[in-house]
């Protein structure tokens, strides 16, 4: 039986799918913000307090992993190598970090007022403060989704990460995330008039990213399959193999497929005049999130270091490529 | 070309004793029961009744591109430019485990200090360039040690390849 890979194991799985889901809450409050700036206030407020809570615990879960975390937080003495992908995600993580705690202390109307009060300038310009947040927030946050596969992408010696789809499908599925936890506070919380319309939304960008979600995690699997053994035997472990139930069941079935159908319930059914309960954006929301931390957690488990899979000794005794004589 | 050095493997001479692995351990106060920086793996092949153990005795590769050290972001890592051996700074190393994941052997372990991988001895004494301890106790000299031009005048007419990557590991088998 192939051993799973566990030298990244829960945290860095709980980081790779809460950074993802900050981000995308994030992305979806501040376009949100932009189009109808100073409405929706419970759901703006929601998801950017989601988005600090998820980043502020994906960061603790990826910290706590490392062996030495008190000095892994000292960042300009541990996150000084430019060449890698890591350095580089760090001080992005820190950056966007800080813009998004700005971003929910001037979306807090009690915070902003009293920091209002405070400094007279700051209560003047907090509408342009939180427009010029969101408008920086957003590539920032794109960029740290993307990052979250990057990081993966990066390390050379894991053959299921060696390929550009899988930041495509951790971004989608940080949107998708993302999406799904504002829309829980548009559909249980907000009464504003005008919700309907951004719920309807909401739930249209859920459907149009499940199939985009489906469609790169298909090409991710179908390209693993034909890449080469070593891929295919990784990939074998999600399709078939010891993560088999986690894949099919909860990334694939919860993850994709009931958010799917709780957005089209809601859709045919303010098609047709009738009413749908919270319970159901809220369940398929919770779906997503469910699925979302799933694919992270199987995406890392099977990734089996090609050095383990054909061992080094193997390697060296029949597969060198160079004679020296 | 800076000086570069290497490991020699002959299978053909080894025996599996693991004498290199125990001389390894005890030289460089390796805990009981942790991690091993050498390994002596079996390879086996072939299908009965034709079959065939080869021995390999395997460590750091102190690669001349290292991966390792391209991953590392604390700059733990760094391939020295006299001896081009590789070595860890663990008062740097945070211990991310960024290195395994990057390292086409797997080389990369892991101790509360942070990461650990053959230093060629330097760490407990030995000059650059001398023998490490897990060459000189090997009783069968399956395992050898000098710079690449030295390794390929010993290997001479036998059929060593060195072991392939794209971070160019500094290990020669036969």
Do not use: D, Q, Y
């Given at each position: 039986m192939v051993e799973l890979q566990?030298?990244?194991?829960w945290l860095p799985a709980i980081y790779l799918f809460l950074g993802g889901l900050g981000a995308g809450a994030f992305l979806t409050v501040s376009v949100l913000r932009l189009a109808k700036?100073?409405?929706f206030k419970k759901t703006v407020t929601g998801g950017v307090w989601t988005a600090v809570a998820a980043l502020a615990i994906g960061l603790l879960a990826l910290v706590s992993e490392v062996e030495k975390p008190f000095q892994a937080m000292i960042l300009f003495k541990s996150f000084?190598?430019?060449?890698?992908w890591m350095t580089v995600g760090a001080w992005l993580l820190l950056v966007t970090f800080v813009v998004f705690v700005l971003s929910a202390l001037f979306t807090t109307d009690k915070i902003a007022d009293w920091l209002g009060s405070a400094c007279k300038p700051l209560g003047r310009a907090r509408a342009g403060i939180n427009k010029v947040l969101a408008v920086i927030g957003i590539p920032l946050a794109l960029a740290v989704a993307v990052y979250t596969g990057v990081l993966l992408g990066?390390?050379?010696?894991?053959p299921l990460w060696g390929t550009w789809l899988l930041p495509a499908l951790f971004t989608v599925s940080a949107l998708d995330t993302g999406v799904a936890a504002v829309s829980i506070f548009a559909a249980a919380m907000d009464r504003d008039e005008g919700i309907e319309r951004v719920r309807a939304t909401l739930e249209k960008a859920v459907i149009g990213l499940v199939v985009l979600e489906a469609v790169v995690l298909a090409a991710f699997v179908l390209t693993m399959q034909g890449a080469g053994a070593d891929e295919a035997r990784a990939i074998g472990l999600l399709t078939e193999g010891a993560l088999g139930v986690q894949f099919w069941?909860?990334?694939?079935?919860?993850?994709?497929g009931c958010p799917l159908i709780a957005a089209i319930t809601q859709l045919v059914a303010s098609r047709q005049k009738g009413k749908v309960g919270p319970a159901v954006p809220v369940g398929g929301a919770a779906c997503a999130l469910v699925g979302g931390f799933t694919l992270r957690f199987v995406v890392l488990a099977a990734g089996l270091h090609a050095a383990l899979v054909s061992p080094a000794a193997l390697q060296a005794a029949q597969g060198a490529l160079m004679l020296i004589s | 070309m800076a000086k570069q050095y290497g490991f020699y493997m002959d299978t053909e001479r080894?025996?599996?004793?693991w004498a290199c692995e125990v001389a390894c351990k005890q030289w460089n106060g390796i805990e009981a029961g942790t991690i091993a920086r050498r390994k002596v793996h079996e390879v086996e092949s072939g299908t009965f009744p034709n079959v065939t153990r080869t021995f390999v005795s395997m460590s750091?590769?102190?690669?001349?591109?290292?991966a390792c050290a391209k991953v590392c972001p604390a700059g733990a890592i760094t391939k020295r430019g006299e001896d081009g051996i590789v070595v860890v700074d663990k008062e740097k190393c945070?211990?991310?485990?960024y290195c395994f994941f990057a390292c086409p052997f797997g080389v990369p372990q892991y101790t509360d200090a942070g990461m650990d991988k053959c230093d060629c001895c330097i760490g407990n004494?030995?000059?650059?360039g001398d023998t490490p301890h897990c060459v000189a106790t090997c009783p069968t000299q399956a395992l050898q040690f000098g710079t690449m031009d030295e390794l390929a005048a010993k290997v001479g007419d036998k059929k060593a390849k060195q072991m392939a990557a794209d971070a160019k590991p500094s290990v020669v088998v036969s």
């Open positions: 566990t030298t990244w194991s700036p100073g409405r000084v190598n430019g060449s890698s990066a390390a050379p010696a894991i069941l909860l990334v694939v079935a919860v993850g994709l | 080894c025996i599996k004793c750091c590769m102190h690669c001349g591109e290292p945070i211990g991310c485990h004494g030995v000059e650059p």
